[in-house]
């Protein structure tokens, strides 16, 4: 099946600090590959996004680039705002021929940026 | 603007109980979803309808259903609810049938089963 995995958190780091969050994947076919942002008590939006392998999503100076080789989607952001705080969901979407499946997610990173 | 919108927000309700969340959508998107979100899983898929009279089971259907009657709304009831379906839960909807559509996310419903 299909899997996400994620580093958990909490992740502190300083405002303007430089920001990884590593996602790797599992999946049958060939997925397409999501980050959301869930801020706190919000539903979640979608940050970026990636369909096909070296593509690079990038979104309010984030970016992610869909690495075939080693199952990754890693978020990356050079220089983090307080703004940024918030939980972060890698996820993919693997289309089974029904139609368009429901996402499979990591289990969220808590950022905490201090000023 | 065309949205999504979830009701109630929050809701307590008893073990063994009947529980309806509703979710409608104003883009007239063809696919809608339901997800749990617990603490240490992340999302978790309910449910998915790709169209009227149509609908799925997901990961974690057991003690669920939905029924898609008009491709606005997709509620979803808790024939009897349990302690263990305590969650916040939440309402997405995406336009087309590939995979990278975009979902997009109702502001969800917290439920607290006593």
């Known amino acids: 099946g299909n899997s996400v995995t994620q580093m958990e958190g909490p992740v502190t780091l300083s405002e303007e600090a430089f920001l990884t969050i590593n996602c790797t994947y599992t999946a049958t076919g060939y997925p397409s590959l999501f980050w959301y942002v869930q801020y706190p008590g919000e539903g979640l939006q979608l940050l970026l996004k990636a369909t096909k392998a070296d593509d690079k999503g990038s979104n309010k100076g984030f970016e992610a680039t869909y690495r075939k080789e080693t199952t990754s989607f890693h978020l990356e952001k050079g220089s983090v705002q307080v703004s940024d705080s918030a939980v972060y969901f890698c996820?993919?979407?693997?289309?089974?021929?029904?139609?368009?499946?429901?996402?499979?997610f990591g289990k969220g990173t808590h950022l905490i940026i201090q000023p | 603007d065309a949205e999504i919108t979830q009701s109630p927000r929050h809701k307590i309700t008893e073990t063994g109980r009947q529980v309806t969340l509703a979710c409608h959508q104003t883009w007239n998107h063809n696919n809608m979803f339901w997800y749990r979100q617990d603490l240490g899983h992340g999302l978790r898929l309910i449910h998915y309808s790709y169209g009227v009279q149509d609908t799925n089971k997901g990961e974690v259907s057991d003690g669920y259903s939905v029924s898609r009657s008009n491709t606005e709304d997709l509620p979803l009831t808790l024939e009897s609810a349990a302690s263990s379906q305590t969650s916040v839960y939440f309402c997405?909807?995406?336009?087309?049938?590939?995979?990278?559509?975009?979902?997009?996310f109702g502001p969800g419903t917290r439920l607290t089963v006593l």
């Open positions: 996820a993919l979407s693997a289309y089974s021929g029904g139609g368009a499946d429901g996402l499979t």
């Open positions: 997405a909807s995406s336009a087309g049938s590939g995979r990278a559509d975009t979902q997009y």
